[in-house]
Nanobody
Framework: QVQLVESGGGLAQPGGSLRLSCAASGFRMANFAMGWFRQAPGKEREGVSCITSDNSTGYLDSVKGRFTISRDNVESRIYLQMNDLKVDDTAIYYC???????????????????WGPGTQVTVSS
């Protein structure tokens, strides 16, 4: 059974940083791409970043140069380092496994249909 638990969210000021973590279990994470998604109030979920099993990465245009995705297959965790946060980054952030990354702007869902509780990121002065 796929289980995903996101953590690390919180309140940050514009220009600040947060590091999100996602603990994955119930499947062999090393064999899959992993994506970060977010859903802001009143908006649809969108893909933010993705990392393949061989560590190729992709980012939504609006976060390129500010966010960095990484993975630790030994710990079955992925991370999202978020720097220079903007008010528009406010959302609930989720992680999910993917069979592949593809175009991030069209990455709307995980491949297993499983979601964790998410972690709230609020960027406000």
């Amino acid at each position: 059974q796929v289980q995903l638990v996101e953590s690390g969210g919180g309140l940050a000021q514009p220009g600040g940083s947060l590091r999100l973590s996602c603990a994955a279990s119930g499947f062999r994470m090393a064999n899959f791409a992993m994506g970060w998604f977010r859903q802001a109030p009143g908006k649809e979920r969108e893909g933010v970043s993705c990392i393949t099993s061989d560590n190729s990465t992709g980012y939504l245009d609006s976060v390129k140069g500010r966010f960095t995705i990484s993975r630790d297959n030994v710990e079955s965790r992925i991370y999202l380092q978020m720097n220079d946060l903007k008010v528009d980054d406010t959302a609930i952030y989720y992680c999910a496994p993917r069979f592949y990354c593809g175009v991030i702007a069209r990455m709307l869902d995980g491949s297993f249909g499983s979601w964790g509780p998410g972690t709230q990121v609020t960027v406000s002065s």
